[in-house]
């Protein structure tokens, strides 16, 4: 297939049903013991959402939404340390729009900017350098988050900020990565997952084998997907195939994206400007070891953290909202809508949490597809 139409062609998709129900139907799956599915990444949460298929794949399969929300598993602590850092003076803050909303322990950074703070939206981090190369007398910080899809761009802004010596700019580094999260939600002694839907662009990056030990180790299938709802769709029936066959195997559904072993020249770029941190913290899901970067002390002229001396042991840690659910909706615990803050104080206009903000949010895409009636809707 060549265009994107045809990733979206009824036919297909209702034939692909027609497969997956007749292989659920050999795993003794029931509605009362489904088997748990659980898509990581939150850009697979809104497309199926969006095109409905929670609602078409049988009722003994069931989708758990994942954290691979990178702006949902910021903890409010560090948007508390943009907010440190903004408040400076000299310092112009760039960031991407969807952390602009998200809930500090007192504002978030679009309060902060209403308030005084220089707080700019960009598009990339070549934006920020740029504003950095127009305006020599600031302080020009980039908030650097995402996971392993976003952190060669921001890597290799950094060199070129190193190579033509541009000082007055650094990185607030909050690039986190991806595997180090899902074990820990297999080694969770709560959690019951039967199988993975892995996240693609993730993948177009670090490639497949990161993910061999999921199956290696703890006997479950994943499968690395697309986005498109034929993609979603096949990648579920490849996964429900494996476990009737009783295998457990890395699979690639999306590979005319992605390669076995990443990108090799992105890859290249993660390694000579970040190292792995000891531990990050997670929102909702606490503390994970490795599961975050930092930058290479070579780079320490442009890293926000030491400039500023902000994050980890400069402050206290903070907790969520003691109402708001987010840790479990991230865990795939409960839905959204078992959040008794969903739809009411929670919304997209006054959100609590960053579930509700970010484009990738799992609260965002049952309001946003369901709205007023997701309650309902779910309850069925």
């Known amino acids: 297939m060549k265009y994107a139409h045809e990733f979206r062609d009824p036919v297909l998709a209702q034939g692909l049903l027609g497969q997956i129900r007749e292989i659920v139907a050999r795993t003794g799956a029931t509605v009362d013991r489904p088997l748990n599915i659980m898509e990581v990444c939150g850009g697979h949460t809104h497309a199926i959402f969006r095109y409905g298929l929670h609602e078409m794949v049988p009722r003994e399969i069931e989708f758990i939404h994942g954290p691979g929300c990178p702006v949902c598993v910021l903890p409010m602590g560090r948007v508390d340390d943009c907010i440190e850092i903004a408040e400076h003076a000299q310092v112009i803050f760039t960031t991407f729009g969807d952390a602009m909303r998200v809930p500090g322990t007192k504002k ?145 559904q999306y590979g005319r994206i992605v390669p076995r072993d990443g990108n090799p020249q992105a890859l290249a770029a993660i390694e000579a400007v970040f190292e792995p941190r000891e531990k990050f913290e997670w929102r909702g899901l606490g503390e994970i070891d490795a599961s975050g970067v930092k930058m290479r002390p070579a780079f320490a002229a442009w890293d926000a953290e030491r400039k500023f001396d902000v994050g980890y042991g400069k402050r206290r840690e903070v907790a969520d909202p003691l109402d708001a659910r987010c840790g479990e909706v991230l865990k795939g615990q409960i839905k959204p809508v078992a959040c008794p803050l969903f739809g009411t104080i929670c919304n997209p206009e006054t959100p609590v949490g960053a579930l509700m903000v970010s484009s990738e949010g799992a609260c965002a895409a049952y309001h946003q597809y369901a709205g007023a009636r997701a309650r309902e809707v779910h309850a069925v």
């Open 108 to 252: 978030s950074m679009l309060q902060a900017k209403a308030e005084g703070a220089d707080i700019r939206l960009v598009y990339s981090p070549l934006d920020a350098l740029a504003i950095a190369r127009n305006n020599p007398d600031r302080e020009v910080v980039f908030f650097a988050l995402g996971f392993e899809t976003t952190m060669p761009s921001t890597a290799l802004t950094v060199l070129q900020a190193a190579k033509e010596g541009i000082a007055n700019f650094s990185l607030f580094c909050n690039h986190i990565t991806v595997p180090q999260p899902i074990k820990a939600l297999l080694d969770d002694p709560e959690m019951r997952l039967d199988g993975f839907v892995g996240p693609g662009h993730v993948s177009m990056v670090v490639g497949t084998r990161p993910y061999d030990f999921i199956a290696r180790d703890y006997g479950k299938p994943i499968v690395v997907s697309g986005f498109e709802p034929i993609d979603l769709l096949q990648s579920v029936l490849m996964v429900v195939t494996q476990i009737a066959e009783g295998r457990a195997e890395v699979e690639n």
